[in-house]
């Protein structure tokens, strides 16, 4: 298991003041329907210290107070709190349905993010949208991830199957997710890196396997 700090937890649900420090979380996660809510719960039982952020601030309190109780998973109201709690390069996952919701929740979090974070949309979006998306972020020095989630509920919570495809300093980044994947799976990780067209430029990848293969 990681070594990491600990996020404070969340206190009584929607009552007292929840400021607590910043740069504490490894990694944050916003959209808690059930398949966010389980890959929280699956990165926090493998170390990871979660910030969680849903639009609906009910939710977030309601995931708090039952399924996160207890649990190095830390709550936040505000995008800008939910940003804040994240440890430098900043790595944050969106759990929300594709297409235009992407986009808002983007234009939402980027004016908190800094250059060398990294955005990964772990819906099922179009490739069109996420090269799009890739293209736009790169000019702001923000590293942009197009992660296909696969396995359902269940597998969110025990071991999903993850479709990943970025630039090479992302991977650098987020290596976490390998090595983790190492944990959740019985077949060994491999992470493969293609071009996958003149315009998308170097690509990485996951797969489930028996070898690995670097480009």
């Known amino acids: 298991m990681l070594a990491t700090v600990r996020c404070p937890l969340f206190q009584a649900v929607g009552k007292e003041d929840t400021k607590m420090n910043t740069n504490q979380c490894d990694i944050g ?7 966010g809510e389980n890959l929280a719960l699956n990165l926090e039982s493998k170390g990871f ?18 399924r996160a109780k207890g649990k190095n998973i830390r709550p936040t109201r505000t995008m800008e709190e939910f940003v804040a709690a994240l440890k430098k390069p900043r790595k944050a996952m969106m759990m929300i349905k ?3 919701p992407v986009d808002i929740v983007i234009g939402e979090i980027v004016p908190f993010l800094e250059p060398g974070d990294v955005l990964i949309d772990g819906g099922n ?8 998306r890739g293209k736009e972020l790169e000019e702001k020095g923000i590293h942009f991830v197009g992660m296909g989630v696969s396995g359902g509920e269940e597998g969110a919570l025990k071991g999903p199957s993850l479709m990943p495809g970025g630039p090479r300093e992302a991977w650098e980044i987020i290596a976490f997710f390998a090595r983790s994947l190492r944990k959740w799976m019985a077949s060994r990780v491999v992470v493969t890196w293609a071009r996958m067209a003149p315009v998308i430029t170097s690509r990485w990848s996951i797969t489930a396997s028996s070898t690995a293969t670097f480009n």
């Open 98 to 100: 594709a297409g235009k």
């Open 49 to 66: 210290s979660v910030a969680v952020f849903n639009r609906t601030t009910e939710v977030t309190e309601k995931f708090a107070a039952e």
């Open 29 to 35: 996660l916003i959209g808690l329907a059930v398949m």
């Open 125 to 132: 979006s179009l490739f069109a949208d996420t090269t799009r």
